[in-house]
């Protein structure tokens, strides 16, 4: 189809016009907030996203700005590669609940940034992802998938909260919050059954 006139393929996460379009997200940031964040959370599945927010924190001078960058065990592709230290396919396949997260290996180019940005990297359970989803929507009234969840567990679970944070002195954070168009409330509590038969 992409070979045909008038059409293109355009990866989901591993493309320019990807990135361009969330690095849009920090220059609306930029125009709103009056003074720059202490740090940003953004979950990370090929990195396309997170790829975004870097580009556009250097476009506005918020080269300073560390991400924490959240994934779920068993989703950690980035995670990772900074452990082993090369851009490098996850071993094993997928295996967390939060598939949108399923990239087995991330962007090249999201795998360089680590090189070039502070990013701290942390991986949550699917558990911790799941509380977070329940806990968001009961006080924000919007559902959202555990991928969003991860990244939210970063706030609402004390543990995380205090260590990546609390202890790095990280105020003002923004939160990403995204993906939610298929999460309904009997998914939530078929994934928590799952993950109670899991464990």
């Not at 690095?23 to 975004?52: F, H, N, W, Y």
């Not at 991330?106 to 795998?111: I, Q, R």
């Not at 940005?117 to 989803?133: G, N, Q």
Request: aromatic share 6%; with cysteine.
């Amino acid at each position: 189809m992409a070979k045909e006139d008038g059409c293109a393929f355009i990866h989901p996460f591993d493309d320019p016009s990807i990135w361009d379009g969330h690095s849009t997200l920090i220059r609306e940031l930029s125009q709103d907030m009056k003074q720059k964040p202490g740090a940003i959370i953004c979950v990370v599945g090929g990195g396309g996203l997170l790829i975004g927010i870097l580009q556009g924190l250097h476009a506005v001078g918020w080269e300073d700005v560390p991400i924490i960058a959240v994934e779920t065990q068993g989703a950690h592709s980035l995670n990772n590669a900074i452990l082993q230290g090369e851009w490098i396919e996850l071993h094993g396949g997928i295996t967390s609940i939060a598939k949108s997260l399923g990239a087995r290996k991330v962007a090249e180019e999201a795998f360089a940034w680590t090189k070039k940005h502070k990013i701290i990297s942390v991986v949550v359970s699917d558990k911790e992802a799941l509380d977070a989803c329940s806990k968001f929507a009961e006080h924000q009234k919007v559902l959202v998938e555990p991928a969003c969840g991860a990244g939210l567990a970063i706030l609402y679970n004390p543990e995380h909260y205090n260590k990546y944070c609390k202890q790095l002195n990280l105020n003002n954070i923004v939160a990403v919050v995204c993906g939610g168009s298929v999460v309904t409330l009997e998914y939530l509590d078929t994934w928590k059954k799952q993950l109670e038969l899991i464990n």
